[in-house]
C-alpha cells in the first residue's frame, strides 16, 4: 500500500537541515525508513562522488545493504534515498528518477536557508509528490510502543554520532584504564 503523507519528527526535520547546511553547495544525502509513512531512521552517508558533488550525489551498494539490513532489524519499511539539490530544484532530475527506488526525498534550502522536503513515489519513470508534514511528536513516545524495539534508537543515536564525528574529525571511542585488570580488556601500552 502506497504512503499517503510522510511525517517527520521536528528533530528529525532539524538533523537533515544540518547536514544539507553543513554540506551546502555540495549535494548530500541518506536513506530513511518508517512505518505507515512515520519517519523513524535518518541514515545520512558520505556523498562517494570524487568530482562534481555540486550536481551530484553518489553512494556505495553497501550503504544501500546496511540502510536495508537496519530497516529490516528493526521491522521498519525501506522508504527510499533523500538528497538535496543545491540549486534549490525541489523536482527529481532525470538521473534520480533512473534509480529503482519506491519513494525519492529532495531536500532543497530556499533563499533564508529553511529547508524543503519534497516526497515522490516513482510509478515507473513518472514522480508522484507525495505530501510532506513536520511534527513536534508522533503522539506515542517511541520507547513506549510495544511494536518498537527498545534499542533501535539507542544504536540510530551511536551511528549518527558516529558519523558527526567523522565530518568533525572528533570520534568519541570508549577509554580503557590500562591497569583495571577486572575491565575485561587487554589493552596495554607497555611494549
Do not use: W
Not at 532539524?14 to 548530500?28: C, F, G, I, R
Not at 525541489?90 to 519513494?103: C, E, G, I, L, T
Amino acid at each position: 500500500m502506497a504512503v499517503t503523507e510522510f511525517r517527520f519528527l521536528k528533530r528529525h526535520y532539524d538533523m537533515l537541515s544540518a547536514q544539507v547546511l553543513k554540506n551546502h553547495p555540495n549535494e548530500t544525502g541518506g536513506f530513511l525508513g518508517g512505518k505507515e509513512g512515520a519517519i523513524q531512521l535518518v541514515l545520512p552517508v558520505f556523498n562517494q562522488v570524487v568530482e562534481n558533488k555540486q550536481a551530484r550525489f553518489g553512494i556505495q551498494s553497501e550503504d544501500i545493504h546496511r540502510a536495508h539490513e537496519l530497516c529490516a532489524k528493526y521491522g521498519m519499511k525501506y522508504y527510499g534515498m533523500y538528497h538535496n539539490h543545491p540549486s534549490g530544484v525541489n523536482r527529481p532530475s532525470f538521473q534520480d528518477m533512473n534509480h529503482v527506488q519506491r519513494y525519492l526525498f529532495i531536500l532543497t534550502l530556499n533563499h533564508r536557508n529553511v529547508l524543503k522536503i519534497t516526497a515522490y513515489r516513482a510509478a515507473g519513470r513518472q514522480p508522484i509528490p507525495v505530501p510532506v508534514v513536520v511534527v513536534a511528536s508522533m503522539g506515542v513516545e517511541p520507547s513506549a510502543r510495544s511494536d518498537q524495539p527498545t534499542g533501535v534508537y539507542e544504536e540510530l543515536d551511536y551511528l549518527n554520532n558516529q558519523l558527526h564525528g567523522l565530518r568533525t574529525q572528533s570520534l568519541q571511542y570508549p577509554r580503557y584504564d590500562a591497569d583495571d585488570r577486572s575491565s575485561g580488556t587487554t589493552f596495554n601500552t607497555l611494549a
